[in-house]
């Protein structure tokens, strides 16, 4: 697991790492497909008969995107800071999860300038969603819709049509400093 890092810009130490003036994140999740549940895609409620599984609204592109910004900053990933055994995080909007990896770049003094992700899942097709999915996540993390990336794939041979997948890369700048 990821190591316990200061929390603040006050408290950590000036590094090499922070003194860095772009930083890049990676994350990645999957989710299984169940019946009756709702499916949540980038903060979207999409129409389909099966949802994504997991302790939370099982939204697999914010959780890929939320690691990815945690790992910009080697802030603890999204496993460690919400626990799946912790009963609060359980059917919890992954928003809330969004905006506290968010809150750690802005206070390891970067902004997230630009995010693309992939999605890869056999249905439903992406496609006729994306501009939704990519309005909503560009409004979750307060980016021009035009740096924020969502691509639809689907997993041929690869034998995870019951899964749903999420591949994420963010790209932060860091804060000009006032003084
Ligand atoms: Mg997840």
Redesign the pocket.
């Known amino acids: 697991m990821a190591d316990r890092q200061p929390a603040t810009k006050k408290d950590a130490p000036e590094t090499r790492s922070s003194k860095l003036r772009i930083r890049i994140g990676y994350g990645w999740?999957s989710?299984e497909f169940k019946r009756g549940i709702p499916l949540r895609l980038g903060g979207v409620t999409l129409p389909h008969p099966r949802g994504l599984g997991?302790h939370?609204d099982?939204d697999?592109l914010l959780?890929a995107i939320t690691d990815a910004l945690l790992g910009a900053v080697a802030a603890p990933d999204?496993g460690t800071l919400f626990s799946p055994s912790d009963s609060r995080w359980k059917g919890a909007d992954s928003a809330i999860f969004l905006a506290e990896a968010l809150k750690r770049v802005r206070e390891a003094g970067y902004a997230l300038a630009k995010l693309d992700s992939t999605l890869i899942l056999a249905m439903p097709k992406i496609a006729p969603h994306s501009a939704h999915i990519r309005a909503r996540v560009a409004e979750l993390l307060g980016l021009p819709a035009d740096c924020v990336g969502v691509k639809g794939k689907t997993p041929e041979g690869m034998g995870t049509d019951d899964a749903a997948i999420a591949h994420a890369v963010v790209l932060l700048e860091k804060k000009i400093s006032r003084g």
């Open positions: 999740d989710h997991g939370s099982g697999v959780h999204i």
